[in-house]
């Protein structure tokens, strides 16, 4: 099993859509997590930074379950500019603080 | 304003021949790392480095090494390029002193190197 594993997708959605992508992990060690954004051909960005309470910004909305290990994101009122892959990451604890990625959810916004 | 860049960006080389991606970064950033990029692979970590005179191995290290002499720079060789290693490599750094701290464990990538192995 994958440390940090995601739905590929392709998630193809219209303009104004809400879209969620979830993200399990299974380390329950793990101490930080995110999300970034991944335009074609390059490189990924963070979106950001998923907190134990949850947290917004904007449009985005990130939870954390730690007891059922997996961490989300809601996209509300999609954009055409919102089309790219999401990748989630999650840095192990133990000293190490290695982030490992996810394969990254596509995501398609159609007029 | 602080960076990270890589070098070369394109780059075309033949099986066997010995290849350097350059990484250079202006954050004054402890840990670095290097990734490689594939379809249906997604990110994968081949070396990283916590500091200087200090690398270690990630999950697909053979064949790649890496050198950390000063701070700023990461080079990362392939001693050998074998057509396996076509792939996008990116480049990462991260302030480790930020630990605990909002924005502590936060990556900033370089624009990756496109390496082409015939």
Redesign the interface.
Known sequence: RKEVEQDPGPFNVPEGATVAFNCTYSNSASQSFFWYRQDCRKEPKLLMSVYSSGNEDGRFTAQLNRASQYISLLTRDSKLSDSATYLCVVTLSGGSYIPTFGRGTSLIVHP | DAEITQSPRHKITETGRQVTLACHQTWNHN?M?W?RQDL????R?IH?SYGVQDTNK?EVSDGYSVSRSNTEDLPLTLESAASSQTS?Y?CAS?N?DA?GT???????????SRLTVL
């Open positions: 840990n790392f990734y249906g692979h997604g990110l970590l990283y990630g996008v990116f991260r480790s630990r909002l924005g502590a464990n936060v990556l900033t990538f370089g624009a990756g």
